[in-house]
């Protein structure tokens, strides 16, 4: 039981939003394109738009009902820029794209020719909204994030229940897949905290660190046991149907405790949680071998971390990682952060 553990269970203005490069992959299951083809392979996400809801929530402090108008109209925007990136895509032909198309990748794609346009074929895919910052929004709200209170809790899933639900409508209207993206921001988590700090200052629990958090997390920095983070986070994962994650913090090695281990994975498929993940510190001296955690000594040959620096495993945004030297400031400082939900020694 090496590196982090990964578990997916299966369940059926102009800076508020960032877009992605196309024919990403996603693991997609529901097609309204062709319910008979509802399959994971074959398929992937055309292309998905972020939407900055902290923004939304600062400028709405307080006001629901104005929060909402402007979700909607920036929901509509992303829509708008959605359709018409598929347009561009559409238009391809087969030998744009030799590898998924032409090896036959992409469900049909094996039944054109290479002069043929590839519009049928990519409706099997789908265009996503995503967004981030879920906590720090219910932060400018109400005045505290979903791990903190109930009420919270209840406006989050309000939110992104709504969110899903433009994206079902949009979905029957087309006829085609317009699913909702729970995003595991990289830059986008720094840029746009940023931007917000230099219009409305620097706001604890909002705009006061060097990132937001990703998608409907509890923020990585706020005390909480593993199951009540569980709990609080697994309602979200059947709205978000373009792609979602829950992970949990440990601070021991879970071989030296299994029956917690297995505890976590049954909380995580007993809540509803769709994609989850256990994290927890792998660490490899490079110099004689050892691998499990290591603090500022080997424990197997004593050496201290000089100039031949010890590997130390860790996840960022789904990504095992043994240097953060590659990351941004905003995925250094988030990791940095993060607390222990709790340790393997758990009985």
């Known amino acids: 039981m090496k590196g982090n553990f990964h578990a997916r269970f299966g369940l059926g203005e102009k800076v508020e939003i960032i877009s992605k490069p196309y024919l990403s992959v996603s693991r997609v299951i529901g097609n309204v394109y062709d319910p008979s083809r509802e399959i994971v392979n074959g398929r992937g996400n055309l292309s998905f738009t972020t939407i900055n809801l902290p923004r939304l929530g600062l400028k709405h402090r307080g006001d629901i009902k ?5 979700l909607d109209s920036t929901i509509d925007l992303v829509i708008e820029q959605l359709i018409e990136r598929f347009e561009i895509q559409a238009s391809k032909k087969v030998h744009n794209f030799p590898f998924l198309m032409g090896q036959g990748i992409w469900i049909d794609s094996d039944k054109l020719n290479k002069d ?3 519009r049928e074929v990519l409706k099997h895919g789908t265009l996503s909204i995503g ?3 879920l906590a720090e929004c219910l932060k400018a709200l109400t ?3 979903h791990g903190e209170s109930i009420e919270s809790q209840k406006l989050g899933l309000e ?3 709504h969110m899903r639900d433009r994206m079902d409508e949009t979905s029957r209207q087309f006829g085609m897949n317009f699913t909702l993206l729970a995003t595991p921001a990289e830059g986008t988590a720094g840029r746009f905290v940023k931007m917000d700090r230099e219009i409305f200052g620097e706001i604890e629990g909002i705009t006061d660190r060097e990132y937001y958090t990703n998608s409907f997390h509890v923020p990585v920095y706020y005390e909480i046991t593993a199951f009540k983070k569980i709990n609080i986070e697994a309602p979200y994962h059947e709205l978000t149907n373009a792609g979602h994650i829950t992970y949990v913090e440990l601070d021991g090695d879970p071989t030296q405790n299994l029956d917690a281990f297995e505890k976590i994975v049954r909380a995580m498929k007993e809540a509803g949680v769709g994609y989850g993940s256990i994290n927890h510190p792998v660490d490899r001296d490079p110099v004689c071998g050892f691998t499990g955690i290591i603090g500022d000594t080997c424990p197997k040959c004593g050496r201290e971390e000089g100039n031949v620096k010890f590997q130390r495993i860790r996840r960022i ?6 240097t953060l030297e590659r990351f941004n400031d905003a995925k250094r400082a988030e990791e940095r952060d993060r607390v222990k939900h709790f340790s393997c020694s758990y009985k």
């Open 131 to 133: 967004f981030i910052g």
């Open 143 to 145: 005045g505290f994030h």
């Open 66 to 70: 104005g929060f909402y108008e402007e």
């Open 317 to 322: 945004t789904g990504y095992l990682v043994g």
């Open 116 to 118: 043929d346009e590839i």
């Open 159 to 161: 939110i992104i229940g």
